[in-house]
């Protein structure tokens, strides 16, 4: 699983994350509450492999929005 750091945004999200070790996968998210706690989310639509390097190497986490975001099972990753 490829990680990166977000910079500070206004919804919270501190870290994106992709599996590039599949031709497709789903984009996900670690974001943290207004009461401090971790949340963890994933894209509802999965993405190609090279689509999904390419918004994770921009830091482009608003396009897991378009699609639908849901709470993810995969959590701890960052």
Do not use: P
């Not at 789903?26 to 918004?55: C, P």
């Amino acid at each position: 699983m490829k990680v990166k750091a977000l910079s500070t945004n206004s919804r919270n999200f501190t870290h994106m994350g992709i599996d590039d070790s599949k031709d497709r996968t789903v984009i996900y998210l670690h974001g943290i509450s207004k009461s401090g706690e971790d949340q963890w989310y994933e894209s509802k639509r999965d993405f190609t492999s090279s689509t999904a390097l390419n918004y994770f190497y921009a830091g482009q986490y608003k396009v897991v929005f378009a699609g639908g975001l849901t709470k993810s099972s995969n959590t701890n990753w960052c």
